[in-house]
């Protein structure tokens, strides 16, 4: 099993990005080369929580928002 976990703060409004991050085809776009995305839990405008597989191989993570200064701090946890 292999975790990874990035943060980044981006100069975008929570809102922006949580229209991003919450359709299912838009996070697919970002995360595609994980295969088949299929969020599993969505905490509004905070937390997307998702799985996906692809050829057998399967990973779930999390991405979280958080207000910060003049933009968003993304976290994304992936485990695979």
Same mark, same amino acid.
């Given at each position: 099993m292999i975790s990874s976990e990035v943060q980044r !703060? #981006?100069?975008?409004? &929570? &809102?922006e990005l949580w229209a991003e991050l919450s359709d299912p085809d838009a996070l697919a776009r970002h995360l $595609? +080369? #994980? $295969? +088949?995305?299929?969020? !599993?839990r969505v905490e509004p405008e905070k937390t997307v929580e998702w799985e996906a597989a692809a050829g057998g191989a399967q990973a779930s993570g999390k991405v979280t928002l958080a207000p910060s200064g003049w933009g968003t701090k993304v976290t994304l946890a992936v485990t695979r």
């Open positions: !703060t #981006l100069v975008k409004s &929570p &809102p $595609g +080369e #994980l $295969g +088949e995305i299929r969020i !599993t």
